[in-house]
């Protein structure tokens, strides 16, 4: 058995591509797969890796037959993964050469289903088995970080708990890391930071924000479903309300205002609103005055910064 499955999503992303695969290939931690699944890129990227890694040894590349997101893209990795533990990798990242071997290793000492890297927590590598009632105050205080890289899962802990990325657009990663922290037995924080995180402006979280807001708030509606759904199917967690509502609001709050942050800078709150209310209405009603404030907060946070 391979040590650790990297799983890389690709969609047009040829300039960075290389760089990538290549900081994979680099890492001291030669025991492992590379699947680089391309999800019908349309500027080269997947004849980029054919050239250059199709025939490397530790690679596995594939194209899906039609476009189908991030998501799909994801858990089709999944399903093919052989190695103890997982790591996902975007296409655009890099990793530094220990990244993986000190990952694994963390893992195998503490006996943790999770290890988490650039944790806020601590100064010295830790492990932690904490109550489940305690792990959603561990995601709203920062302490465990929501975004799916960054982090190395047992294979057998995404399994055995069936946790999969959910078919919506944004968040998909931050549902995935959550649901695996409530399912994990234990989990590991390092202080490191050895992946850098490259911001493109091709991200799915730049662009025309105001035109992807409607389906940026689709997806924290359907995240909290989804979120609620699965701790329901945990006996210890489904009658626990004040960790749901933790979880919930965190992703309202940080989500919201992540996103909002940036709407405001570059558009008016008219303009914001005449794009989400249809959404957040029909889905919170009079609580929709909670989206309004926290789009005026941004607003005032934006205005003052530029005093």
């Known amino acids: 058995m391979v040590n650790i499955s990297v799983i890389v999503p690709i969609y047009n992303k040829v300039q960075y591509l290389q760089r990538a695969i290549d900081s994979i290939l680099a890492q001291t931690m030669q025991n492992l797969e590379i699947l680089l699944i391309d999800d019908c890129s349309t500027d080269g990227s997947y004849e980029l890796c054919q050239s250059l890694y199709g025939q490397h040894k530790r690679v596995h590349l594939w194209q899906n037959a039609e476009n189908m997101g991030a998501s799909v893209t994801r858990?089709?990795?999944?399903?093919?993964?052989?190695?103890?533990?997982?790591a996902f990798v975007d296409a655009d990242d890099v990793l530094y050469p220990d990244y993986l071997k000190r990952m694994y290793h963390m893992a195998l000492r503490e006996n943790a289903d999770i290890v988490a890297e650039g944790s806020v927590e601590t100064t010295e590598?830790?492990?932690?088995?904490?109550?489940?009632?305690?792990?959603?105050?561990?995601?709203?205080?920062?302490?465990?970080?929501t975004a799916c890289y960054q982090k190395l899962f047992s294979r057998e802990l995404i399994l055995r708990s069936n946790i999969r990325f959910h078919p919506i657009v944004f968040l998909?990663?931050?549902?995935?890391?959550?649901?695996?922290?409530?399912?994990a037995k234990r989990f590991a924080l390092l202080p490191d930071t050895l992946y850098e995180i490259i911001e493109t402006p091709e991200s799915i979280t730049r662009g025309d924000l105001l035109a992807k807001a409607p389906q940026y708030m689709d997806s924290v509606v359907k995240a909290i479903r989804f979120l609620s759904d699965y701790m329901e199917?945990?006996?210890?967690?489904?009658?626990?309300?004040?960790?749901?509502?933790i979880l919930f609001v965190f992703i309202m709050q940080l989500s919201l205002l992540s996103h909002f942050y940036d709407l405001t800078k570059q558009h008016s709150l008219e303009a914001i609103n005449e794009q989400i209310r249809p959404v957040m209405e029909k889905e919170f009603g009079v609580n929709y005055q909670y989206v309004t404030l926290l789009l005026d907060w941004c607003m005032n946070k934006n205005r003052k910064e530029q005093e």
């Open 233 to 245: 199917s945990i006996p210890d967690l489904a009658a626990d309300k004040g960790s749901k509502q």
């Open 172 to 183: 998909e990663d931050v549902l995935f890391s959550i649901e695996a922290l409530l399912a």
């Open 75 to 86: 858990n089709a990795g999944i399903e093919a993964a052989c190695g103890r533990f997982i």
């Open 125 to 145: 590598p830790l492990g932690l088995e904490i109550p489940l009632a305690q792990r959603a105050e561990y995601v709203w205080q920062g302490k465990y970080r």
